[in-house]
């Protein structure tokens, strides 16, 4: 195997090479500490022209390796490299932390991943160590560097950068066992000129200026997003744009320029190191080639265009400037950028070799799910409690048992006039958290559910528990690139290498009378269908209870689905369980037991079918229902065992029919149990349509009690 270009002297970076053959490359005998250019040691300034030519020549290794056929994909940092290799002299590996995007080659490399690394990836090796060929190649990630894992996105990473930076400022202020944090750390997240249109970037801004983060933005603005000109993504260039965000440091730099990067950026870095606030880099660059191998520029670019950016080649700029000022002699010169060749080419002759990943291991690193046993009866003592106040109970005990659990969302927190109680949620669930727990537990958010996701999903990758809240289910879509592409995907990407324990509260689901279209839906098949999310829909109060502490002890998101008519239902009340009653996710309940037919069902349909079962029991007719309390991972076994009883299967849910949960469980029903059944399986669901605000069309849409009766005693009758 290859070894990097270069080591670290102080644990990030150094030279492989002795101080003499430096001093040989540097064209004399000079010594040449002291030898300075343009302010900048010329020993750093040469180190960091070898560190570009090796980005290039890596560049241009996976180049000729996807045109060989050896690997799927190529997409290219070249032109971008003196800024990132100038900007990583003020950064440091393994204590700052990192979210690049995929241009950050020359910075993947200056932090310490290796050329083996990168082509590893190029070529799906399993040996990647960012992902085990999973991800495309130039999606960065090491646990030990600090360096994120990312999804391809553009844009997502800046809610989880904000999210680490915040978790840095608490860890370093709370002594937890086991994370560290540095009261000095900055978080480095860098973007492109078209995805700094995106809402997440703007979202993120908001909370990096309000709380005052040590966050250092790198906009690579190289004028175009794939074929878009920068001119048709904003009215002005991002730097003019975030002029009015109080306490944000913008920098406006030539970032082919090194000796300009190395003096903007140290000085930049340096502020927000030392608590000035966040900073944004905004960074002129080139793009040298098309926008990835799947990419012909040459169609919406002229040949004089690409010339232009080939003028101003940074590496060569680099090396001009070396040169010139007698810094370096040009043989030298040659010999650096034929080393780095060398170098990648040897990464590009290994990696061929690497074996790729084992396709029966594709499922492995969805989930880690905690070993739970199976919780024994959880009557508890004392007066029953609301399904709501078992919510708001847990969340007190789950805080005062840990405190890296931290809660957060719209309207949660409590008044700080120590005369009104606050709102505490607007379900009044987290009344009291912030009161006794303090501001930095518990907290409100900008009214923007990326913007509380993606922070929970920082928060949750340095080591935190962050328990956030989703106001209504009906607004979650603004936070689902969030939920699906980054929170669930986190570990499955980076080959189990980071992990997002998160548990995201979101309340649920209609029945409300005047509810209607936005606070009434239900929809959880569009997450069960997210791999990597555990989705959790308790249906009484000792339920939610045991599930909501089996959530917060989940190494992964848990959608955790709260269903709004359930808080002050009588019939969903329960003595508050004891402290062992945890129920394992993906463990049903059998709710009533029955002979003649299975009800599968969960969330505010579970006592609808139990009222119906009562009514059919009085015409001698027994159904069996299965509480199934998560949905994924979800209990096929329990539903199997009941249906072998019985030989029926009656699916009802809250939901709309069409493509539902149930949809899921009638599938497996008719092929894992056809053998046990003696009739049709059946779903009762909503109407394929929305709930309206009057109560007749609220009523006319959503699944009730007679609907779920008359279907069950067809069904048992078939
Ligand atoms: C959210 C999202 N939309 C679209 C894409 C497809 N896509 C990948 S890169 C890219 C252009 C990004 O341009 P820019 O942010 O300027 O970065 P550059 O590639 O120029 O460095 C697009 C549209 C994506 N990856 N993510
Ligand atoms: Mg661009």
């Not at 001093?23 to 010594?31: E, L, N, S, V």
């Not at 969030?482 to 689901?509: C, D, K, M, Y």
């Not at 015409?619 to 009941?642: K, M, Q, T, Y």
């Amino acid at each position: 195997m290859t070894t990097p270009m270069r080591s670290d002297s102080e644990g990030r970076r150094g030279l492989d090479v002795e101080p003499a053959e430096l001093t040989a490359a540097a064209g004399g005998d000079r010594p040449f500490g002291a030898a300075t250019w343009r302010g900048i040691p010329v020993a750093e300034a040469i180190e960091d022209y070898r560190l570009a030519c090796l980005a290039q020549a890596v560049d241009d290794r996976q180049l000729t390796l996807h045109k060989q056929g050896a690997a799927c994909f190529h997409i290219s940092g070249a032109g971008h490299e003196a800024l990132l290799v100038g900007l990583a002299r003020s950064l440091r590996a393994g204590y700052d932390w990192f979210f690049p995007y995929y241009r950050d080659l020359a910075l993947a490399l200056a932090l310490g991943v290796t050329p083996d690394d990168v082509i590893l990836q190029c070529v799906g090796a399993a040996a990647d160590p960012a992902s085990g060929g999973r991800q495309m190649p130039s999606h960065w990630g090491s646990p030990e560097l600090h360096i994120v894992t990312q999804s391809s996105a553009t844009g997502s990473q800046c809610l989880p950068a904000i999210g680490c930076a915040e978790a840095g400022r608490y860890i370093a202020s709370h002594n937890l066992a086991g994370i560290e944090a540095h009261a000095d750390e900055v978080t480095y997240v860098s973007l492109g000129d078209g995805a700094a249109s995106e809402g997440e970037f703007w979202e993120s801004l908001n909370t990096a200026c309000q709380l005052h983060l040590p966050i250092i933005y790198v906009v690579e603005d190289n004028g175009l997003a794939i074929s878009v000109p920068v001119e048709d993504q904003a009215p002005a260039p991002v730097s003019d744009l975030v002029a009015g965000f109080p306490g944000l440091e913008v920098v406006k730099l030539d970032g082919c320029d090194y000796f300009a990067v190395r003096h903007a950026g140290a000085e930049a870095i340096g502020r927000a190191r030392f608590g000035a606030g966040p900073v944004l880099i905004h960074a002129r660059v080139v793009r040298l080639h098309s926008h990835s191998s799947s990419d012909n520029q040459t169609r919406y670019r002229s040949a004089a265009e690409i010339a232009d950016a080939h003028a101003h080649d940074p590496v060569q700029r680099l090396r001009d400037e070396l040169v010139e000022s007698g810094s370096l002699d040009a043989a030298a010169a040659n010999a650096i950028r034929e080393e780095a060749f060398a170098v990648a080419a040897e990464a590009g002759r290994d990696a061929l070799r690497a074996p790729k990943p084992d396709p029966t291991q594709v499922m492995e690193h969805l989930w880690q799910l905690p070993a739970i046993p199976v919780p024994a009866d959880p009557a508890g003592p004392g007066e029953p409690v609301t399904f709501g106040e078992a919510i708001r109970r847990t969340l007190h005990e789950v805080m005062a048992a840990d405190e890296r659990v931290r809660v957060f969302g719209q309207d949660v927190a409590d008044s700080p006039d120590e005369k009104l109680p606050g709102l505490g949620g607007v379900f009044g669930l987290t009344r009291g958290l912030q009161r006794d727990f303090g501001d930095d537990r518990c907290y409100n958010t900008p009214l923007a559910e990326a913007n509380i996701v993606g922070r929970g999903i920082g928060q949750a990758v340095r080591g935190l528990r962050p328990a956030v809240e989703i106001q209504f289910f009906d607004y979650i879509w603004t936070a689902m690139q969030q939920i699906r592409t980054e929170a669930a995907t986190t570990r499955w990407r980076s080959n189990g290498a980071f992990s997002v324990p998160l548990v995201l509260r979101v309340a649920i689901g209609g029945y409300l009378r005047g509810g209607a279209i936005w606070h009434s839906q239900s929809g959880e098949s569009i997450f069960t269908h997210t791999p990597g999310l555990i989705v959790m829909f308790p249906s009484r109060a000792r339920d939610v209870a045991g599930m909501l502490r089996a959530a917060f002890r989940c190494e992964d998101p848990v959608l955790f689905l709260e269903h709004k008519h359930l808080f002050r239902q009588r019939y969903a009340m329960d003595p508050y369980p004891r402290p062992d009653y945890v129920v394992p996710p993906g463990l049903a309940t059998t709710a009533r037991a029955g002979r003649d037919l299975t009800i599968v069902t969960w969330g505010a349909t579970v006592q609808r079918s139990l009222v119906a079962a009562e009514e059919l029991a009085a015409e001698g007719i027994e159904p069996e229902v299965i509480d199934l309390r998560c949905l994924a991972p979800w209990d096929a076994g329990a539903v199997a065992a009941s249906v072998a009883r019985t030989a029926r299967c009656l699916v009802v849910h809250e939901d709309t029919v069409t493509s539902g949960f149930g949809a899921e469980v009638a599938a497996f029903v008719a092929a894992e149990c056809f053998g046990d059944l003696d009739a049709p399986v059946r779903r009762v669901g909503a109407l394929d349509t929305w709930v309206g605000y009057d109560p007749g069309l609220e009523g006319a849409t959503l699944p009730q009690t007679a609907d779920i009766t008359a279907a069950a005693r067809d069904l048992a009758a078939y």
